[in-house]
């Protein structure tokens, strides 16, 4: 049996995993820069100050895609396939920015603003890629249904840790309008609303799931040299 020369061997999909993972690092460090953290503690600006940027979905949401770009993005320069915790946490988050993305369009758009990069990458281009990135690149094993119950856990602590907030804080503050009971008409039309983005999370979960299951993921993982 001849052995083969290097020039015979494919490397292409060692190649292709190298520069998609350090496309996706590069993504968690755009992202990254743009939530600037460091406003979190400049309390002469009330609505971030003191911390409360995290309390942001929006915060929270692009946080959990960093962690999942950086994950996948150095398991693949490493030529390594991200494990089920990983996915898990891809699929979070990337609901989780479909959500943000949903809710800043329909919900908090201010017809007339001033376009911003970084309102951009937080709230649209964030989350179209992060889909993109699930559905073109779907998990190698498919997820559970069960999963799309696992991704709620995440909205409904982050509703009861800030309303939570809101009620012991001297100005009950709140990150979002539609978590005022004054703007909203009472608790009724919080309650609502609230109920509403988990109904839309949980749909969001279910279809990321299916996304899993796509025909083709396991041919585009083994193009990327990771496959079974």
């Not at 993504?27 to 309390?43: E, G, H, M, R, S």
């Not at 320069?77 to 898990?88: D, H, I, K, L, M």
């Not at 937080?122 to 119950?149: E, Y």
Request: hydrophobic share 55%.
């Amino acid at each position: 049996m001849t052995a083969l020369s290097p020039s015979t061997v494919d490397v292409r999909p060692s190649k292709a995993r190298f520069a998609l993972g350090l496309v996706l690092l590069a993504l968690a460090v755009a992202i990254f820069a743009n939530l600037d953290p460091l406003l979190a503690w400049k309390d002469e600006i009330p609505e971030l100050g003191q911390g409360r940027l995290f309390a942001y979905y929006t915060a929270q949401s692009n946080f959990l895609a960093v962690a999942a770009l950086a994950v996948h993005g150095i398991q693949f320069v490493r030529g390594r396939r991200p494990g089920v915790a990983a996915e898990y946490l891809r699929g979070l988050a990337t609901v989780d920015m479909a959500i943000t993305g949903i809710v800043a369009g329909l919900l908090l758009a201010e017809p007339g603003a001033p376009f911003t990069y970084s309102n951009f990458v937080l709230h649209q281009g964030g989350p179209l890629l992060m889909v993109l990135w699930f559905v073109v690149l779907p998990p190698l094993r498919a997820l559970p249904w069960t999963a799309a119950i696992v991704w709620l856990a995440h909205p409904f602590v982050w509703t009861v840790t800030t309303l939570t907030y809101a009620a012991e804080s001297p100005d009950g503050w709140v990150p979002y309008f539609f978590l005022d009971p004054a703007e909203m008409d009472g608790w009724g039309g919080v309650t609502l609303v609230v109920a509403i983005i988990h109904l839309v999370v949980l749909g969001l979960g279910l279809l990321a799931v299916l996304a899993s299951r796509a025909r083709w993921r396991v041919g585009i993982w083994r193009r990327l040299g990771l496959g079974d």
